[in-house]
């Protein structure tokens, strides 16, 4: 088999398959900064081939910005969400913002003085504005350093969204050598849940693949709605999820195996 055979086996018996695909770290390796833009083409070869099907929808729901993900991935047909969910395009073109920026900007704009200043001269730190959200990601710095400025954006973050009167509509996202001041609603799970009432596709098995904390959210409302859940990581790890895949390789191997079933038909 070129996947778990109890995934393929429960994919194969479905009729339809709506597909809800996290980008960095799931459908492609990291890039060196969140922002840049590398394009695969391969990736989106793959993509084209997988929403050409009637019996497929595919979702791309990202962290990245919506227009990092629709230069990523121009492919017709796609349903793409940047900002977890908060900015979705749909796949005529239409786009939805599920929330006022003007609300949150000026919160944004508070804290993002202080963060820069808090990495200005240290190596390894690179603060990315979302539009939506702050992310300060410290892949590249030492473990004590990224310790020590993390907490202290924290501290001021927190101090931000206090004197803002932001804590209700505002968060803070921890993960490893990561932090983000994001907006509540922004959140894979709401993504997902979003899409699932608004744009129902009757009779499809509903599938999640991701590789991180926030796709945990996304994980729990595609079980919900009796999905599947597939995390993606090189060794077995506490997850919400009912199947693994080592890496985005992986994950493409087995996107190529749905298309391959989809070809036998007549269900998949």
């Known amino acids: 088999m070129s996947f778990d055979e109890g995934l393929e086996s429960q994919i194969a018996r479905s009729e339809k398959l709506w597909l809800f695909l996290d980008y960095d770290g799931t459908l492609a390796g990291f890039a060196p900064t969140p922002d840049d833009i590398l394009i695969d083409q391969e990736l989106i070869d793959l993509l084209s081939r997988l929403v050409s099907s009637p019996r497929l929808r595919l979702a791309v729901v990202s962290g990245r910005r919506l227009s990092h993900v629709r230069e990523l991935l121009p492919v017709p047909g796609l349903f793409l969400a940047g900002a977890y969910g908060i900015e979705i395009q749909l796949p005529n073109g239409e786009q939805i913002q599920r929330m006022d920026l003007a609300s949150i900007r000026p919160v944004l ?5 202080g963060w820069q200043k808090l990495i200005a001269g240290r190596q390894g730190f690179y603060l990315e504005d979302k539009g939506w959200s702050l992310a300060l990601h410290a892949r590249f710095a030492t473990d004590e350093d990224a310790g020590r400025v993390l907490s202290a954006a924290r501290s001021l973050a927190e101090e931000h969204l206090r004197l803002g009167a932001a804590m209700e509509i505002m968060h803070l996202l921890g993960g490893h050598k990561f932090l983000e001041v994001s907006p509540r609603a922004a959140d894979k799970g709401h993504a997902v849940e979003f899409l699932l009432e608004r744009f129902p596709f009757p009779g499809a098995l509903s599938v999640m693949v991701g590789d991180d904390d926030k796709d945990e959210l996304a994980f729990e409302r ?27 390789l992986k994950v493409r191997r087995c996107l190529e195996s749905i298309i391959h079933l989809n070809n036998e038909g007549p269900a998949f």
């Open 109 to 113: 704009e508070s804290i993002k003085p």
């Open 222 to 248: 595609i079980n919900a709605y009796g999905g599947i859940s597939i995390v993606v990581s090189p060794v077995p790890r506490p997850s919400h999820a009912h199947f693994r895949l080592a890496s985005p």
